[in-house]
């Protein structure tokens, strides 16, 4: 007998099974998630394969099919075993086969994918563009189940449907969900040939990839990075790299908005660290992050104690010397915007330009004299806290 679990897939057993109806011959359904709207003129990032598992497996069970499948590394998660029905199809009661068990297995594959999604910053309008990684050993294991290489109502090659119960239930083979009758959805669009065929038709080649910067975030020490992102991170970031060279592709900034000239500079940065493929996409990882600025950007959170420490040792240690770096960016960051300290000195570093504006923003506040030596105090900094969205503890 066929293994009912495909081998070397990660098992997510939903419990639930139930038998199919085996009047009907075997089937395969070929689906995408479709999780998201896109177009070639605004593709979106790929919606990783986890979070297809995590959603099938909590809030979305009552939808969900036999094989979750990542075509870009091949990793498969399977729910229910070949022999029970799985979920993935509408089933009315005025149908005359129940849609999800009609077949003496009714296998459904849903590929992690939508049309023109951007993943590693490649745009894929096709399931059939992708490596379709996987897909010969997914083959292999549903053809073991007697599921015949035929597509009954044609080889999906666009979004086209076409539903014939007569066929649906005398043919076995694979549909596609746009071919289920009593179903209303259009996918996948298209699906790969089957493999070792030589007489599936040969696919079309792929348009050229659309080379696009990487769009998606990533959260290091609480704070986002990546395209889309916002906040003082974001500018801080922007102005090491133009410090460090970085900067050529900045018509203006840098921000604190995350573009994709932040992206393109960054991935110049990872370069230079002998990063490169997917490593240097240009959205930050924590150690390169640390490289650069020497520190890692925080909540909006500083301690009081912490900045005055900052005060008293970075003047007198090495130039760049970061007592709280992640602290002190912030207080440097507010004295800038109050126009009291240079934005190149925003640096994490309280060194004497610091001290020089923090006395300024004292005198500001109405002290003077030795009230007025650029060491923060309570009253000033909790001010200083206040107007520019920082907290400040003792």
């Known amino acids: 007998m066929p293994e009912l679990w495909l081998p070397?897939?990660?098992i997510h057993d939903l419990g639930d099974h139930a038998p199919t109806d085996q009047q009907y011959p075997p089937k395969a359904i070929a689906h995408i998630t479709w999780d998201r709207n896109a177009s070639a003129a605004a593709p979106q990032d790929w919606c990783t394969f986890d979070d297809l598992v995590n959603y099938f497996t909590t809030s979305g069970a009552g939808d969900a099919?036999?094989?979750?499948?990542?075509?870009?590394?091949?990793?498969?998660?399977?729910?229910?075993?070949?022999d029970s029905r799985s979920k993935s199809l509408l089933s009315p009661p005025e149908s005359p086969t129940r849609t999800n068990r009609a077949g003496?297995?009714?296998i459904q594959i849903e590929a992690v994918f939508f049309p023109y999604c951007r993943h590693r910053g490649i745009v894929y309008p096709r399931l059939v563009d992708t490596p379709c990684a996987g897909w010969a050993r997914l083959h292999a294991w549903i053809a073991s189940w007697g599921v015949p290489d035929v597509w009954p109502m044609g080889r999906p090659a666009d979004f086209g449907s076409r539903r014939d119960e007569a066929v649906w239930a005398t043919r076995g083979g694979w549909y596609a969900h746009a071919h289920v009758p009593d179903n209303d959805h259009t996918d996948p669009g298209s699906w790969p040939a089957f493999t070792g065929d030589p007489s599936s038709p040969p696919q079309d080649p792929p348009p050229p990839p659309e080379l696009t910067p990487a769009r998606y975030q990533v959260t290091i020490n609480g704070l986002r990075?990546?395209?889309?992102?916002?906040?003082?991170?974001?500018?801080?970031?922007?102005?090491?790299l133009v410090a460090h060279g970085f900067g050529g592709h900045y018509q203006s900034?840098?921000?604190?908005?995350?573009?994709?000239a932040d992206t393109e500079n960054y991935a110049?940065?990872?370069?230079?660290?002998?990063?490169?493929?997917?490593?240097?996409?240009?959205?930050?990882?924590?150690?390169?992050?640390?490289r650069l600025l020497g520190y890692l950007p925080g909540p909006r959170t500083v301690s009081l104690a912490h900045v005055v420490e900052a005060a008293r040792t970075d003047p007198g240690a090495e130039q760049g010397h970061r007592t709280y770096g992640a602290e002190v960016v912030l207080v440097e960051q507010a004295l800038?915007?109050?126009?009291?300290?240079?934005?190149?000195?925003?640096?994490?570093?309280?060194?004497?330009?610091?001290?020089?504006?923090?006395?300024?923003?004292?005198?500001?506040?109405?002290?003077s004299a030795a009230d007025a030596d650029g060491i923060p105090g309570h009253d000033s900094l909790h001010r200083l806290g206040a107007a520019h969205d920082f907290t400040v503890t003792d």
């Open 225 to 240: 990075y990546g395209y889309g992102a916002h906040g003082y991170q974001v500018t801080v970031v922007g102005q090491a």
């Open 253 to 260: 900034g840098p921000g604190p908005d995350w573009t994709d």
């Open 104 to 106: 003496r297995v009714v």
């Open 268 to 290: 110049d940065y990872q370069r230079s660290l002998g990063y490169s493929g997917p490593a240097a996409d240009g959205v930050p990882g924590e150690t390169s992050l640390r």
């Open 65 to 82: 099919p036999h094989l979750i499948w990542d075509p870009f590394s091949g990793r498969i998660a399977q729910l229910f075993p070949a």
């Open 336 to 367: 800038a915007d109050e126009g009291l300290l240079e934005q190149h000195w925003v640096d994490g570093s309280f060194g004497s330009r610091t001290v020089t504006a923090y006395a300024a923003w004292q005198r500001r506040c109405g002290y």
């Open 8 to 10: 070397g897939a990660e």
